[in-house]
């Protein structure tokens, strides 16, 4: 039944357009992408009429409308081909310990993000789970990604995965990706399948495939792919992957936005960053978030510090023009700053 739907969407996606409405006003992020099936959705992560869950029927809905790939940002969230609706602005956990991590997802709850990303070799997926059973946020309207590894996770997965549930102890996983292409892929992808079945895992993903492996992985796989979550920032910017992965129907999503600790403070000093944030009275950091969610792509900066993490968060009351889209697009330098 998923693979239908599955099919059913990528057919409706070859023929039309995603627009992506921005505050009032509607700007197309990519116009090769298509309109979909109409959708409504109840909460944040809620899941669509496509699904045989009906309980949000009766619910009013902000968006009738909503379309695959599109980023509502009245909403702050998009729609993913899967029928579940994710936060466009989130917490990355990586590196982050334990206290630590229980404290910055705490803050970002109690700031009004919903979108947390871990991983288990982050070694804090417990300290994600205890941060949410212990904040008064619905858990239905939280969005927590974690990923499995190549190496003895991709050679048992359904231990991996079941280990990844025990240690969340939050019911469900709303998105699982494989963390690298590696051996045993196809297979790890294809027990995270049955998970999704079971209702264990909401949606699924893949990190750090390009255009390559992404041809050679995805006819291998029923479910096809909600989110490619890969190293965007100013400086390296994938400008041929993204509209790429985005015409399958894919919901890209950047990771190390601020180019990774060791390289923040170049990239929050480039001039030209600065330039732009000084005119819209932000900071380098907020540029560089509304740029990503501008091209469509979905941004989960890591911090462990409640001030940067609610700064993170405001990046809605402002709007860069085309001009300066352009002036950041020049920026790229093709400098990738982790080997994945
Ligand atoms: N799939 C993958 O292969 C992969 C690989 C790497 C990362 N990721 C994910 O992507 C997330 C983001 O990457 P990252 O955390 O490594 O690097 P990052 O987001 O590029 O940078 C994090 C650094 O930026 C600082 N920072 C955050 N907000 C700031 C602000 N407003 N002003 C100034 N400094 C700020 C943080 O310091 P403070 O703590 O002081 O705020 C931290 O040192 C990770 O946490 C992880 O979830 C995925």
């Not at 009738?64 to 009245?74: K, L, Q, S, W």
């Not at 995270?192 to 291998?220: C, R, T, W």
């Not at 999503?253 to 601020?258: A, T």
Request: glycine share 6%; proline share 4%.
């Amino acid at each position: 039944m998923k693979r239908i739907i599955s099919s059913l969407l990528l057919l409706t996606l070859a023929f039309g357009s995603v627009a992506c409405s921005n505050n009032s006003e509607s700007e197309s992020v990519n116009s090769e992408l298509s309109q979909s099936t109409a959708v409504s959705s109840s909460s944040a992560t809620s899941k669509t009429e496509s699904s045989s869950d009906k309980s949000t029927e009766s619910v009013p809905t902000p968006s009738e409308t909503a379309n695959i790939g599109e980023f509502d940002f009245e909403r702050k969230t998009v729609m993913l081909n899967s029928g579940y609706e994710m936060p466009i602005m989130g917490l990355g956990t990586y590196s982050l310990s334990d206290e630590e991590c229980y404290n910055s997802v705490t803050a970002l709850l109690e700031s009004g993000g919903r979108l947390i990303d871990t991983a288990y070799m982050y070694g804090n997926e417990a300290a994600v789970g205890r941060a949410i059973r212990d904040s008064d946020v619905p858990r239905e309207d939280i969005f927590v990604i974690t990923k499995i590894y190549p190496g003895e996770q991709f050679q048992n997965p359904e231990k991996a995965i079941q280990d990844a549930l025990d240690k969340l102890d939050i019911g469900y996983i709303d998105m699982m990706l494989l963390h690298h292409p590696g051996e045993n892929d196809v297979k790890a992808y294809l027990a995270m399948e049955k998970f999704v079945a079971d209702g264990k895992i909401h949606s699924l993903g893949l990190s750090n495939f390009y255009i390559e492996e992404l041809e050679e992985f995805l006819p291998q796989v029923n479910i096809t792919p909600a989110l490619v979550q890969n190293e965007i920032h100013p400086y390296y910017q994938e400008q041929a992957v993204v509209p790429y992965i985005q015409n399958l129907g894919i919901v890209v999503q950047g990771w190390y936005p601020f180019g990774g600790r060791g390289h923040t403070s170049e990239l929050l000093g480039d001039e030209t960053l600065n330039e732009i944030a000084n005119a819209h009275k932000v900071t380098a950091a907020q540029v560089i978030l509304r740029w990503n969610l501008q091209r469509g792509v979905v941004v989960i900066p890591g911090s462990s510090n409640p001030d940067h993490i609610r700064e993170n968060l405001d990046i809605f009351g402002f709007e860069l023009s085309d001009s300066e889209m352009e002036k950041i697009a020049e920026l790229n330098r093709d400098e990738k700053h982790d080997w994945y």
